[in-house]
């Protein structure tokens, strides 16, 4: 008996000439609507699926291969002998072969003004049934989803005239992982249809952008995944113009400087280091913005990500060279600057043209053992109008850095301080197990220049010790969000040294 392959492709890549080969193997192909077309319009001989079903396509093509005598064929045991004699009397011949790719229900969700009824009517049925029953039954059955594996079946096919159950194995690994995205974009589709945020049952998928040398550190294995929806303005969408690939350790850090950077609309300048800002400044320019980001910590800053939001031009870069950078990423660069980056080796120059964008739905989501945790983005700054509870009132500039100061702290592992000045970063507290340590280490840190600067806490001081630390220091203002049993002994403290406090009533934790 001759092997018969089922064809029905939408992605109609390179199936005309694998098709063509499989005759020419003593193939028979069955197959279906516009693929069948194809095939006879270059040639083919094409048995159509009605003559095997004997039942004709219909509702529009919505029925065509959702049949006992394709699924028979699909999914008899060939060695089972009940399964043989049930066969021959049904008059079902076995299917050795299925060749099919699904409606683009991605690219169709992706498209702009597109309806809800298009949208339905790209989900695929009948496929994903029959790429599901071949792949269960890959012991005897070939199933290619992925036209790039056509080249694979057909040279095992001519040197050897079978496909290898290793092959077989792999090819269906390929289908599940495929269906099961292809249904976690229909299940998310209807979620946010449907105004489900955080379901019962939950599932993500994503692409896989590149393989990366390794992971956090060289002994562990790492790829970089993208998102298939809402992608623009993130690291995903970066155009890598110049140095060598980005590692685990850059991804990560240059994602939390694009985090960070996001919080400001007027020139800004963010230098992470190891997750966490180093350095933060804004400006009139983009020059002015990166003074501020360098002198926050000149120390830092060296070997770190930096992030602006507007074009780097040919001074910037100069200053930018003066020392070791790791990661450059800005929505566009002046051909002078570009030349002044890439004549460093070993810089890494991203362009991200959609760099301010944030209206993002995605979630916020931290891998535990045996679990997932998941959240909704930390994406509002203020919940409440500011409440200033001292005796002196924020002068306007003050107000102005202590606003500047909440949107650094906010992106600053918990305990978190940020010390600021004329809307640049003077020190960064981060990740200490005690908040006085977070205030005594940024205050170190930043020395003569904390002397009238601004002080944001990520959340409030359990004691007054922290006040009082920094009315030492000279700190002039401070902005956190209250809430304490004991806050009325910070303010107390406070106004004894002459200290505006505002509560913004809305902590930024972030671990």
Not at 248 to 277: Q, R, S, W
Not at 341 to 369: A, G, Q, W
């Amino acid at each position: 008996m001759m092997p018969r392959a089922l064809v029905s492709v939408y992605d109609k890549t390179g199936v005309v000439d694998f098709v063509k080969e499989l005759v020419n193997l003593g193939w028979e192909i069955v197959s279906t609507g516009g693929t069948a077309k194809k095939l006879k319009d270059e040639g083919v001989e094409v048995i159509d699926i009605s003559e095997v079903t004997e039942f004709p396509e219909c509702f529009d093509g919505r029925v065509k291969t959702l049949h006992p005598k394709i699924h028979g064929g699909l999914l008899a045991v060939r060695e089972n002998s009940n399964h043989k004699a049930q066969m021959e009397e049904l008059k079902i011949k076995p299917i050795d072969m299925v060749i099919n790719n699904l409606y683009p229900f991605k690219e169709t969700i992706l498209k702009e003004n597109v309806t809800h009824e298009e949208i339905i009517e790209n989900i695929d049925i009948g496929g994903p049934s029959m790429l599901r029953a071949a792949a269960k039954n890959y012991k005897y059955v070939t199933v290619i989803v992925d036209p790039n594996d056509y080249s694979r079946v057909l040279d095992e096919l001519k040197s050897a005239g079978k496909v290898t159950l290793k092959t077989r194995e792999y090819l269906a690994a390929k289908v599940f992982q495929h269906t099961s995205h292809y249904d976690t974009l229909i299940s998310n589709y209807f979620n946010k249809i449907a105004g489900i945020e955080l379901p019962d049952k939950i599932s993500f998928t994503y692409e896989k952008k590149q393989e990366l040398r390794y992971g956090e550190n060289p002994h562990q294995k790492a790829a970089f995944y993208k998102e298939i929806e809402e992608t623009k303005g993130t690291l995903s969408e970066a155009v890598h113009l110049h140095g060598k690939q980005l590692s685990f350790n850059n991804i990560n850090d240059t994602n939390g400087a694009l985090e960070i950077l996001k919080e400001f609309e007027e020139p800004t300048v963010v230098a992470v280091k190891h997750a966490n800002p180093c350095g933060i400044g804004s400006g009139k320019t983009i020059k002015q913005a990166y003074k501020k980001a360098y002198e926050g910590d000149k120390l830092s800053i060296f070997g770190g990500i930096i992030a602006a939001n507007r074009e780097i031009d040919e001074e910037t870069a100069k200053m930018i060279n003066e020392i070791f950078i790791e990661v450059v990423v800005a929505p566009s660069y002046t051909d002078k600057a570009l030349d002044v980056l890439t004549s460093k080796k070993n810089i890494r120059v991203l362009k991200l043209s959609d760099i301010m964008k944030k209206d993002y739905t995605s979630y916020d989501m931290k891998k535990v053992l045996g679990g997932l945790l998941v959240q909704e983005k930390d994406k509002v700054l203020f919940e409440d109008e500011l409440e200033i509870v001292t005796e002196r009132k924020p002068t306007e500039k003050e107000m102005e850095d202590l606003i500047f100061a909440w949107k650094a702290v906010k992106n600053v592992k918990s305990n978190g301080i940020v010390l600021a000045k004329d809307k640049g970063t003077i020190a960064v507290g981060p990740g200490q197990t005690s908040r006085i340590w977070a205030v005594e280490n940024a205050i170190k840190q930043g020395g003569e220049r904390v002397k009238g600067s601004v002080m944001a806490s990520d959340a409030f001081f359990p004691f007054p010790d922290c006040v009082k630390a920094a009315a030492e220091a000279g700190v002039t203002a401070i902005i956190q969000p209250g809430g304490s049993i004991r806050d009325e002994e910070s303010i107390k403290e406070a106004n004894e040294h002459g200290i505006t406090m505002v509560f913004t009533k809305m902590r930024h934790f972030k671990h």
